[in-house]
């Protein structure tokens, strides 16, 4: 069972930039999807980007593509989504969230077995 831990969120100004970290904990984790999702208060958890358990392949939401960016490397167990030009509307809990033995990257909340605690991301305007 993998254990996944997330850290960069922060409070950074509108159009600026922001770095996420998932730390996985299984030696196996290059047999595992990842995604990324979050959650604004009072609002249902949302699907942000995933990424195929080689990295070859990313998916993104609408909402966020040609300004974030994941990527992985596996010989560390880490999956990072780099966030530029932060909108306000993306202030969210960012959760990241693994599925294992699953080759192509998945955009449901219901796709993924494990998940981390998140961390917050706020954007002033």
């Known amino acids: 069972q993998v254990q996944l831990v997330e850290s960069g969120g922060a409070l950074v100004q509108a159009g600026g930039s922001l770095k996420l970290s998932c730390a996985a904990s299984?030696?196996?984790?290059?047999?595992?999807?990842v995604g990324w999702f979050r959650q604004a208060p009072g609002k249902e958890r949302e699907f942000v980007s995933a990424?195929?358990?080689?990295?070859?392949?990313?998916v993104y939401a609408d909402s966020v593509k040609g300004r974030f960016t994941i990527s992985r490397d596996n010989a560390k167990n880490t999956v990072t989504l780099q966030m530029n030009d932060l909108k306000p509307e993306d202030t969210a809990v960012y959760y990241c969230?693994?599925?294992?033995?699953?080759?192509?990257?998945?955009?449901?909340?219901?796709?993924?077995?494990?998940w981390g605690q998140g961390t917050q991301v706020t954007v002033s305007s």
């Open positions: 969230a693994a599925e294992y033995n699953t080759g192509f990257p998945r955009n449901g909340v219901g796709s993924y077995s494990y």
């Open positions: 299984d030696r196996l984790f290059n047999r595992y999807a």
């Open positions: 990424t195929s358990w080689s990295g070859g392949l990313s």
